[in-house]
C-alpha cells in the first residue's frame, strides 16, 4: 500500500469548512484513499473512501486530484466534535490491515 | 445502528498473568481484526482473522499472542504471559467481507490493558 503524508496539525474555526489535505504520490491505480478519524482515545471511526472520482457522504466530501496523487477530506461545517486526529490511508484491498500514519490533528474552535 | 463492543473497557493486570480481552463483532461480519495503540503512539496493526483462521499477522503478534472465535458471537485475543510493554488499548475491529476491495472496517471502543 502507498504511502500518505498529511500535515501533523491544524486548525479551523467552529462552523467553517475544514479541508484537511493528504498527498499519496506512489498510489497505484487499484489503491483506495481512505480516511479514518480517532477522536481522543476512541477507536478509530471511518469516513469516507474513494477510488478516481470525487465522493460525498453524510460526514463528508472527498476529493481526489485527477493524477490521484493527492487528495482532500472536507468537513463542510465544523464542529467542536470534529477535533480528532484524522488520517488518509492507501489501500489495495480492504480486507487488508489498516496502516495508520501519524495522521493530522485537527482542533476545532470556538 | 450495529456496533463492535468489548469487554472489559480497563483490565489491570500483574506482569506475567494471562489475559483474554472480548470483542463482539457486528453481527453477520465475517473479518475480523485486533489493533493496538500504546499511549501517545500510533495504531498499530495486530492480527486479522477470516474463515476460522488467521489472515495476517504483524511482526507483534509472536508467540505471546493468540486469537479465537469460540463461538458464532465472541473474538478474543489472548495474551499468554503479559510484558509491561503489553500495557495499551486494544482495538478491536470488523468488516462484512463481502466488498472485498471496498470493505470497511467498524472499531470497538477499545480495551485499555494496564500491565504493572
Known amino acids: 500500500d502507498a504511502k500518505t503524508t498529511q500535515p501533523p496539525s491544524m486548525d479551523c474555526a467552529e462552523g467553517r469548512a475544514a479541508n484537511l489535505p493528504c498527498n499519496h504520490s506512489?498510489?497505484?491505480?487499484?489503491?483506495?484513499v481512505y480516511w479514518y478519524r480517532q477522536i481522543h482515545s476512541q477507536g478509530p471511526q471511518y469516513i469516507i473512501h474513494?477510488?478516481?472520482n470525487n465522493e460525498t457522504n453524510e460526514m463528508a466530501s472527498l476529493i481526489i486530484t485527477e493524477d490521484r496523487k493527492s487528495s482532500t477530506l472536507i468537513l463542510p461545517h465544523a464542529t467542536l466534535r470534529d477535533t480528532a486526529v484524522y488520517y488518509c490511508?492507501?489501500?489495495?484491498?480492504?480486507?487488508?490491515?489498516?496502516?495508520f500514519g501519524g495522521g493530522t490533528r485537527l482542533m476545532v474552535k470556538p | 445502528e450495529p456496533e463492535v463492543t468489548q469487554t472489559p473497557s480497563h483490565q489491570v493486570t500483574q506482569m506475567g498473568q494471562e489475559v483474554i480481552l472480548r470483542c463482539v463483532p457486528i453481527?453477520?461480519?465475517?473479518?475480523f481484526y485486533w489493533y493496538r495503540q500504546i499511549l501517545g503512539q500510533k495504531v498499530e496493526f495486530l492480527v486479522s482473522?477470516?474463515?476460522?483462521?488467521?489472515?495476517?499477522k504483524s511482526e507483534i503478534f509472536d508467540d505471546q499472542f493468540s486469537v479465537e472465535r469460540p463461538d458464532g458471537s465472541n473474538f478474543t485475543l489472548k495474551i499468554r504471559s503479559t510484558k509491561l510493554e503489553d500495557s495499551a488499548m486494544y482495538f478491536c475491529?470488523?468488516?462484512?467481507?463481502?466488498?472485498?476491495?471496498?470493505?470497511?472496517?467498524?472499531f470497538g471502543p477499545g480495551t485499555r490493558l494496564t500491565v504493572l
Open positions: 475491529a470488523s468488516g462484512t467481507g463481502i466488498f472485498v476491495r471496498t470493505d470497511t472496517q467498524y
Open positions: 506512489t498510489i497505484s491505480g487499484n489503491e483506495y
Open positions: 474513494g477510488l478516481k
Open positions: 490511508i492507501a489501500l489495495y484491498n480492504a480486507g487488508n490491515m489498516l496502516t
Open positions: 453481527s453477520n461480519h465475517l473479518y
Open positions: 482473522f477470516y474463515n476460522n483462521e488467521i489472515s495476517e
